[in-house]
């Protein structure tokens, strides 16, 4: 089903079931796995695939060049995750051969409207980012974060596994999993309690994992010597390993570890 408005270049390849409404421009190197919807006056250019069920809504352009001053058109990619929706007006931009050279979006996220993923960014599966969320180059977001409206996210920062990044917050260092931060220059409040709710915590869980917590970011002594303590304190938690791992991994900018005076977080 293509809208006779649309412009679909030959050499894109279209799956079963796609759907292209008004006002569409396709370029050569797309591909639109099975049941793709495009609503309305969606751009797509590049080496670009949109993955099976992924819906698109108006005003949306994927896979455009980087607003990187040293790409030179180089044939880069973009990538859809199967069934992730893409509202009105956002951007997501190719990656770069200085970078990973693809810019991927998971499964199963949501991207409320104007938000802007720019290039060479890692995004995981389930992962929703509020309105007008902007994410500089570089950037890597794990499973089921959710990022609050109007969030910055600097160049190079990770956000972890089902982290929460509050509205409105400027993200200048890396976001450990599980996380909550807030801003207006993020500060740690806390855990993700709803989301780790939702991976199915019970109450006992989530009090070791709040223990963790609170003895590698609040701890007596160096923050070094806390997480190698809590290596073996916490041995077997998976919550707390994933926390672990993601401190140990090299960082360009760092971890946030500055706690807000209000937390917050202690009620179960």
Do not use: W
């Not at 998971?106 to 938000?115: P, R």
């Not at 290039?119 to 599966?125: K, M, N």
Request: charged letters at 20%.
């Amino acid at each position: 089903m293509i809208h006779p408005s649309s412009i679909i270049d030959p050499g894109a390849r279209l799956g079963e079931g796609v759907k292209i409404g008004p006002f569409c421009t396709i370029g050569r190197d797309v591909v639109l796995e099975n049941d793709v919807e495009l609503v309305s006056h969606v751009a797509i250019d590049g080496h670009t695939r949109v993955e099976t069920g992924a819906k698109i809504f108006p005003f949306a352009t994927i896979g455009l060049a980087p607003q990187d001053l040293k790409y030179k058109g180089e044939p880069t990619q973009t990538i859809i995750g199967a069934r992730t929706v893409i509202r009105e007006h956002c951007s997501i931009h190719r990656g770069t051969f200085t970078g990973s050279a693809i810019t991927r979006i998971g499964a199963d996220c949501l991207l409320m409207a104007v938000v802007h993923v720019a290039h060479d960014c890692e995004v995981g599966d389930n992962v929703i980012m509020s309105n007008n969320v902007v994410l500089g180059g570089h950037v890597s977001v794990g499973d089921r974060a959710v990022i609050g409206g109007s969030a910055a996210v600097l160049q190079f920062v990770r956000i972890g596994a089902g982290a929460f990044v509050g509205g409105v917050t400027g993200v200048t260092a890396d976001v450990v999993p599980y996380a909550s931060v807030f801003g207006p220059r993020a500060r740690l409040v806390g855990l993700n309690i709803v989301g780790l709710r939702r991976r199915g915590l019970d109450r006992a869980g989530l009090h070791e994992v709040r223990q963790a917590y609170k003895f590698i970011f609040a701890g007596p002594g160096l923050f070094a010597e806390r997480v190698a303590a809590a290596a073996e304190r916490f041995a077997g938690n998976r919550y707390v390993g994933e926390m672990l791992a993601f401190i140990a991994t090299p960082s360009r900018h760092g971890l946030i570890t500055t706690l807000s005076r209000a937390t917050g977080e202690d009620e179960d």
